[in-house]
């Protein structure tokens, strides 16, 4: 087998964190008796506000027809909920409701609350050098992944602790 490239310790250091971030994922949805997608779509709609079926669909890579099946299971969990666009009387929009942003957030502010106590441990300067890496990064994958650098920035739109 051919050993890996040699990588800095900040590379290796966010493979290991993102593995971490997917493995913890996994465990909610097993808390949760959900599929892993079902919990990262109620993140991403968490992290990105209100979408519809097929930007969710995008988002979460898999095929419109199976993003309008699991925002149907989340919908009937009190999840989700599918309101108008008020742009486009044509289209819905799908946003988390107060019970699934509290349901998300009771899985997640454990470790959310220590990354930010390692966060505030760190001179703004420090703060600084992370967050520029952690944007370029992020603008990185979202170039890979077909999205425009601008909306996967990395940055959060919206908070990510219900608010209700």
Do not use: F
Not at 104 to 130: C, G, Q
């Amino acid at each position: 087998m051919e050993s890996l490239p040699d990588l800095t310790e900040v590379t290796t250091g966010m493979q290991a964190a993102m593995h971490a971030s997917r493995e913890l994922a996994s465990r909610i949805a097993r808390d949760l008796g959900m599929p892993v997608t079902d919990v990262t779509a109620v993140g991403l709609l968490l992290q990105l506000g209100p979408m519809t079926v097929g930007t969710l669909a995008r988002r979460l890579d898999v095929r419109t027809a199976s993003a309008t099946v699991l925002v149907d299971r989340l919908v009937a969990a009190g999840r989700v909920v599918r309101r108008p666009h008020p742009d486009d009387r044509r289209s819905v929009l799908v946003d988390v409701t107060p019970a699934g942003a509290a349901e998300s957030w009771a899985h997640w502010e454990p470790v959310i609350r220590a990354m930010d106590a390692v966060a505030r441990a760190m001179t703004p300067d420090e703060r600084a050098v992370v967050v520029r890496y952690l944007r370029e990064v992020a603008s990185l994958h979202a170039l890979r992944s077909g999205d425009s650098p601008s909306t996967g920035s990395g940055e959060v739109t919206r908070p990510v602790r219900p608010t209700g």
